[in-house]
């Protein structure tokens, strides 16, 4: 496996980037920020996993929110 210093996503399963998102903003502003129906009715880590998994325009809005979260910290 490559070393890859620069790239925040490396390592990170989706997951995790999950729980540390629902951790740090909380399902309602999730909901918020990214108005998908997983995150707003009934939210779970596995049901958004789920949806999250088959839909390729949504995770690309978490991972981007999950690169703001981390400047963010900083």
């Known amino acids: 496996m490559e070393s890859q210093p620069n790239n925040p996503h490396h390592g990170v399963t989706l997951a995790d980037m999950l729980a540390e998102l629902v951790s740090f903003y909380g399902w309602k502003e ?14 779970s880590i596995s049901s958004s996993l789920k949806f999250l998994r088959k839909t390729p325009w949504a995770r690309e809005r978490v991972e981007g929110l999950y690169l703001k979260m981390l400047r963010d910290r900083k």
């Open 30 to 43: 999730l909901g918020e920020r990214i108005t998908i129906r997983c995150f707003t009715h009934d939210p």
